[in-house]
């Protein structure tokens, strides 16, 4: 086959839902949170910590992203664009997860963390310590 046709055969990239993922296991990665969103739609809900690139400007950051030591996450507002930009991210090599919609991702968030705190409330409430 030759290279001009390698290069333009699109790759099989598996796609992977959020809820496919050990979401636990990304934070104590301590995953990067990309938002994709229009800067409107990220500051009617930002997630705390994340980051906001427009899906059109994630080109221009690729060569940053891809020395990222930890996986990224990727959301949006509405869902649609993040599985694009993920799907972009992936095909450069980059680890990297289409998180969905960003009020997906906080409702996880919230549960997490509320039952990180019960893990360590707990043994205190029953005297433990």
Do not use: W
């Amino acid at each position: 086959m030759n290279i001009v046709k390698q290069l333009l055969r699109p790759r099989i990239v598996q796609r992977v839902q959020v809820d496919q993922i050990d979401f636990d296991k990304l934070l104590e990665r301590g995953v990067l949170i990309i938002d994709v969103s229009s800067p409107k739609d990220y500051r009617l809900s930002p997630i705390p910590d994340s980051l906001n690139i427009r899906f059109s400007k994630l080109s221009k950051y690729s060569k940053e992203l891809s020395k990222a030591s930890r996986p990224i996450l990727i959301v949006s507002y509405d869902g649609k664009n993040g599985n694009k930009a993920s799907q972009y991210l992936k095909n450069i090599g980059i680890e990297c997860y289409h998180g969905g919609k960003v009020e997906h991702i906080k409702m996880k968030l919230h549960k997490h963390f509320e039952e990180e705190k019960e893990a360590i409330m707990l043994p205190r409430i029953l005297g433990a310590y």
